[in-house]
């Protein structure tokens, strides 16, 4: 299995700021995703994040609000932009194992936007 | 488009089996998958079972799939209080694709 983790586990930021929001994996992985849990909710997918070129953006999600990076193989960076309180959610995220259909998750980072 | 449904809640006696149930609308699928998760954890993956299987057992877990009537379950025999979690089944079209998740399932295990 892949280990995941993020940096920071929880932050609570104010109106109008951004935070960024980072995933290391223990072993170069294919693929990177970034989901969204609302609160009580499911996850939903914001982006994959792809190695060296631009993100992959899922309808409803866009590069200015949720500009992605991944240098390289086991790192990516998710940054939240000029947030309001309705980025309040948990930020996940996921990255295949050694067999490419296997989806590991890192812990989250919760979000609360005052 | 896709869509993954779930019952929202199940509860069951410690030491009884649970079955979680999850049904999805496209035929397309070829990886179906369990997680589940803790209060303020992420996402344990528990099992998978590719779209030619039938069923997959793995110690306590054990996951049926009905291709024909696109229904998922995870049965998991003699339940304990540590398997109280939200589960959440998903589905995938192809291997490293994103993943499409149903709304979870949350299991209350009583004592």
């Known amino acids: 299995s892949a280990v995941i983790s993020q940096k920071p586990s929880r932050d609570i930021c104010q109106r109008g700021t951004s935070l960024t929001i980072q995933c290391q994996v223990d072993?170069?992985?294919?693929?990177m995703f970034w989901y969204r849990q609302q609160p009580g909710q499911s996850l939903t997918l914001i982006a994959t994040?792809?190695?060296?070129?631009?993100?992959?953006?899922e309808s409803g999600f866009v590069i200015d609000k949720f500009p992605i990076s991944r240098p390289n193989l086991t790192f990516s960076t998710l940054t939240v932009s000029n947030m309001s309180p309705e980025d309040s959610s948990i930020y996940l995220c996921?990255?295949?194992?050694?067999?490419?259909?296997?989806?590991?998750f890192g812990p989250g980072t919760r979000l609360t936007v005052t | 488009g896709e869509d993954v449904e779930q019952s929202l809640f199940l509860s069951v006696r410690e030491g009884d089996s649970s079955v979680i149930n999850c049904t999805y609308t496209?035929?397309?699928?070829?990886?179906l998958y369990w997680y589940k998760q803790e209060p303020g954890a992420g996402l344990q993956l528990l099992t998978y079972?590719?779209?030619?299987?039938d069923m997959k057992q793995d110690q306590r877990l054990t996951v049926l799939l009905n291709k024909k009537d696109k229904h998922l379950s995870l049965r998991i025999a003699d339940t304990q209080t540590g398997d109280s979690a939200i589960y959440f089944c998903?589905?995938?079209?192809?291997?490293?694709?994103?993943?499409?998740f149903g709304g979870g399932t949350r299991v209350l295990v009583k004592p």
């Open positions: 079972i590719f779209s030619n299987m």
């Open positions: 496209d035929s397309s699928s070829t990886y």
């Open positions: 072993s170069q992985v294919t693929m």
């Open positions: 996921s990255a295949t194992g050694r067999a490419v259909y296997e989806q590991y």
């Open positions: 998903a589905e995938s079209m192809a291997a490293g694709n994103k993943l499409t």
């Open positions: 994040a792809n190695q060296g070129s631009e993100a992959t953006y």
